[in-house]
């Protein structure tokens, strides 16, 4: 059903794309021109008659200009057309033949845009269960990191720590400059460099002047397959964005859970002021209660494991034979 959905939204786009691409065209020129008659140059056309009663009306010169500037007549094939009917008829024609090449242009430009337009949709309709699926994936990565970042947050909000505020910023900016570099490498592969793509230094490696060096070749050849190289850059960069993550994710860390072990023993505090003495008198009285309850446990286990197992002494007499008297 996705896919059926998917393939009938981009047959609508491209039908779209086709009208509005035609509508350009049409701006070119007049829609009355294109649409009226066939364009055949004949005096039983009623286009043709349209058009040579309304170039009758023009004076002469008018359309020996319309002549010289728009179809390219000079002035020797002007001036051998004697009569003005000539002139109209001459003129009528060549306008005739002019809406004939721009209908067929047009025609010919909505043909080309249609047949994009399904081949796209085929590709599309085709390859729609990888773009579900990098869909889903997509979709999931993003619900897990807006979850990861929705928790992180919370937690700084909960222990209050300004050096977790501080490493909660730093770490939207660094995934901020990987999020930029990733766009950026993936453009730079159809794209030529924009200013607005993320600066990354250059740092060719061609494995072609390897290859010559260690064949005992020259270096410094930058001919064949030894002029390819390939920018680390991006790769270093991402490095180390990917190393400043982790140390400040470990310094967070340790500074919420430093801000979390602070606020348990100021809350244990502040609970242990608020105490009566009664309460106090309570719990000393049951604490020392545990302990004696604690120690008499041990001493049982002691006794019940010293009447388990006999001394050695006896084992050796009991295993020993009284010696003849001589």
């Not at 003495?277 to 302990?291: F, G, I, L, T, V």
């Amino acid at each position: 059903m996705r896919v059926r959905a998917s393939f009938l939204l981009f047959l609508l786009i491209g039908s779209l794309f086709t009208v509005k691409a035609s509508s350009h065209i049409n701006t070119n020129y007049n829609e009355n021109d294109v649409l009226h008659g066939d364009g055949k140059m004949n005096n039983g056309n009623a286009r043709y008659q349209e058009l040579y009663e309304e170039h009758r009306s023009l004076r002469t010169r008018e359309i020996q200009r319309r002549l010289t500037r728009n179809h390219g007549y000079t002035s020797t094939e002007i001036s051998s057309m004697i009569h003005k009917s000539e002139l109209v008829h001459v003129l009528t024609s060549e306008v005739l033949e002019d809406e004939r090449k721009k209908r067929n242009d047009l025609y010919r430009k909505q043909g080309w845009h249609m047949f994009f337009t399904f081949v796209i949709a085929a590709v599309i309709y085709v390859t729609a269960p990888v773009w579900i699926q990098a869909y889903d994936i997509i979709s999931v990565n993003l619900v897990v990191f807006t979850d990861r970042k929705r928790h992180e947050a919370s937690r700084v909000y909960e222990i209050g720590s300004f050096w977790g505020y501080v490493g909660f910023l730093i770490l939207a900016v660094l995934e901020g400059l990987s999020f930029w570099l990733s766009v950026t490498v993936m453009l730079s592969w159809v794209m030529r460099p924009k200013p607005w793509f993320f600066p990354t230094p250059s740092i060719p490696i061609r494995p072609g002047a390897l290859l010559n060096s260690a064949t005992g070749g020259n270096p410094a050849n930058r001919t064949g397959l030894a002029g390819y190289a390939m920018n680390c850059g991006p790769m270093a960069v991402s490095w180390g964005l990917r190393y400043l993550n982790g140390v400040v994710q470990g310094f967070m860390g340790r500074a919420l859970s430093s801000a979390q072990k602070a606020k348990k023993k100021a809350q244990k505090e502040a609970k242990r002021r608020k105490r009566t003495p009664e309460e106090r008198e309570a719990r000393r009285a049951e604490k020392m209660k545990r302990n004696a309850k604690s120690n008499a446990q041990d001493e049982a286990a002691i006794n019940d494991a010293s009447k388990a197992t006999p001394s050695t002494n006896e084992e050796e007499c009991k295993d020993c034979t009284p010696s003849p008297v001589v």
